[in-house]
């Protein structure tokens, strides 16, 4: 009796102890991973597995390690979004380091409220984002009223007798990113010549780059992703069109000089910081390398946002999203490979975060982005 006993309080204890070292923390990202804007999906997920892979490595958030991470594929689509949100819900993902879009952020971000999940989002800037006043949401990058003040400052300081035309996507990242430079600019005396909306998905831009030729536009602020952003380019050299495209953070992918071409050099274009370069970056980058993986644009911010979750579930000792959520919210300062970051009560970074880049040709001969001095 007493050896029965016994032997059940050790197998309970084992399982006690096996049921611990199985828990794992849920974690999901979302974007698109497949469609035209895969390369930005690409970015989202390297930079999550890459910053699980090494926190796991060191031990864990808790005494917990993170789960493999659940991949959600949106294809850049609100509907698709919200799909992958729903699918996220069922699965018991607790933490979502997405979506890439602005416009899918917002639907998909409100079933996570509904459902107790917490979402960072390296990529979506538009400011309605964190407006809406929903305790799941952060950034880690910054917002398109910020990125484009820094825009129409540079117009203005450097390019204000230039004709200028602003167009956009039409999409809640494009057209958002566009007239909030257009606000700017006007506010500081420069008024556009051509003000105009493109469809996503559009290959034949000829009649608009007709109008900017007989506007004598030389300018071209440009509100949208690399997709569409380099076939104008492309298009407007074909056509002999030499302005100046100007855009933001939405064509921070080297796919946007292959589908321009040569005629990407010479693009302007705001980003934050290039993080590849912070030294407190350097493992991390090494660790993408050795992979074969160059860390451009979100890769890094990715992988800034599962830091924040695990530092802020470490201080608040509980991996209950609602808990960490107030903890980021504390104006804890969180040590990441894009540097020191904090969070106001919307879940906006504090600390201003948008320079001005120049795409150029380098020593290889291949045309990106770099930091202008």
Known sequence: MKKTLLAGVAMAAALTLSSMAQAQIKIGVAGPITGPN?????QLTDGTEQAVADINAAGGVLGQKFAPVAKGDDVSDPKQGVSVANKFVGDGIKFVVGHFNSGVVMPASEVYA?????????????????????????R???????????AADYIVKNLKDKKVAVIHDKTTYGQGLADETKK???????????????NTGEKDFSALITKMKNAGVEVVYWG????????????MRDQGVKAVLMSGDGITSDEFATIGGPGVEGTLMTFPPDPRNRPEA????AAFKAKGINPEAYTLYSYAAVEV????????????????AEQIKSGQKFKTVIGELSFD??????????????????ADGKVTYVQNP
């Open 38 to 42: 895969a390369a930005f999906g690409k």
């Open 114 to 138: 509904e459902n107790g999940i917490l979402m960072i989002s390296p990529s979506a800037t538009n400011p309605k984002v964190t407006e809406r006043g929903l305790w799941n949401v952060f």
């Open 140 to 150: 880690t990058c910054g917002r398109d009223d910020q990125q484009g003040a820094v």
């Open 184 to 198: 700017a600019m006007n506010a500081k005396g420069v008024r556009e010549v051509i003000y105009e909306g493109v």
């Open 224 to 235: 949208g992703l690399h997709t569409e952003g380099g076939l104008i380019v492309r298009q």
């Open 282 to 285: 350097a493992k991390a980058v």
């Open 309 to 324: 979750m695990a530092q802020a579930a470490e201080a608040a000792k509980s991996l209950d999203p609602k808990k960490v």
């Open 345 to 362: 009560k919307k879940g906006d970074i504090t600390r201003p975060d948008y320079v001005m880049y120049t795409w150029k040709k380098g």
